[in-house]
């Protein structure tokens, strides 16, 4: 057994072991199993959220769209600054809302402001189908981490299901205090590692920053710059404003936000959190540094340009070290999906159709559908060629909520339940069909010039979810008043 194997595998221990104990000594109710009895002051705030925001992505894919893509891969490093600097507005507002209403996820948000339980079985249902492919890309990064990590002792299988285990047995017994305790540890170490990475690989390899990038240009001119069509600006521009109004749309996002003590603790990390943005920098340039080193990596191959380069330039024990960081961005955030999910399931779908369900009930339900859902996942794991769809839809799905939740905070809202759901139905409807048929605006309107072929197609989704949300508002809304006009002349 080689020396990174031994590290990996204590990690995974370590990780179960806080994760278990973080339950020492608190009641398991509902309120403290999913938001933590609302008590996490700006530390655990911001490990938590950092530790389901840094994940196998940002550890894989951001190191890999930077080996693959280029010049585009930094609109990853842009989104997340401008959702959080979005945020310092309208986070605490949801904490103080959630907080007055005793809110436990997020579709009880919507519920509650729109006083609709079936609308909360919508979002619910969105959280969800969004939820099961984030949740598949960690467990596919885990599998690929351990593999290479290992250098095959371990083979991605069998990494994915003892991933599986670990994440199954802590999150049933200490929900998102598990996921704390080990966010802590995961963000010390993710933090060495990556830092360590940015700056040693481009020394060794290079001499430098500057000789690293002018031999990459040298190599491959253009490829550092945002190109004239496709990832152009405007896609950069589109993507960019998309992708940060959904940041904190996905249900475990959503959810952490009501796990704060007061509304002080998320202004003061909406501060500090851009800074740690900076992390991805060190992600981009080891992926930046592997282009000339390990050429040659194609389609998925590319999300393994860190490791590989790594286990070319140290010893087996380092390796180890990077397996562990990498082991717990897909931990971390993996336990915050699968309880978010099974939360959902079990107090925004079940207990809407059974009312008379008590929280202990609930919360019990809700451990038993850890499993399911892990179990659901580990099957599109396993299915090849359809993640890549489902990630895309799944990202764009959850960013269909943001129209009706921001309009929500308003103090004249005008928007109506049955506008809030036939905006979000519509929306969703139209990211089905744009994904699942590969639907560009430059297919559906090839005159157009190339840089409004290249806007993000999701725009589409979005724009004709605010058009619906706002006339079907407008109509019911309408239709509600007469109708209270002419009970008044009645009576």
Sequence with gaps: MNAALLIIIASIIFALTIGIRARKGKDMNLEQWTVGGRGFGTVFIFLLMAGETYSTFTFLGGSGWAYGKGGPTFYILIYGTLALIMSYWYVPAIWRYAKEKKLMSQSDFFVSKYNSPYLGVLVSIVGVVAVIPYLVLQLKGLGSIVSEASYGAISPTVAIWIGVIVLTIYVMIS????????????????LGVTVFLGIYLPLHYYGGYQPMFEAIDQAKSGFLTLPSQGLSISWFISTVLLTSLGFYMYPHAFGAIYSGKNEKTFRKNTIIMPLYQLILLFVFFAGFAAILQIPGLKGDEVDLSLLRLSKLAFDPWVMGVIGAAGVLTALVPGSMLLMSAATLLAKNVYGVFVPSATDKQIVSLAKYLVPVVALVSLFFTFK????????????????????????????????????????????????????????????????????????????????????????????????????????????
Excluded at 177 to 190: Q, Y
Aim: aromatic content about 8%.
């Design 384 to 491: 090849s060629g359809t993640i890549v769809a489902l990630l895309l839809m799944g990202s764009s799905m959850v960013t269909q909520l943001f129209p009706a939740m921001i309009f929500s905070l308003m103090r004249n809202n005008f928007v109506t339940k049955q506008g809030a759901f036939a905006g979000i139905i519509l929306g969703e409807a139209t990211v089905a069909y744009i994904t699942l048929s590969k639907t560009t605006i430059g297919t559906l309107f090839p005159l157009l010039p190339q840089w409004v072929k290249d806007i993000n197609v999701g725009i589409i989704a979005l724009t004709i979810n605010v058009i619906v949300m706002t006339i079907v508002s407008m109509v019911t809304k309408n239709y509600s008043v007469s109708n209270k006009k002419t009970e008044q002349v009645a009576s």
């Design 175 to 190: 929900g998102i205090h598990g996921s704390a305790w080990t966010a802590v540890v995961k963000d010390i170490l993710i």
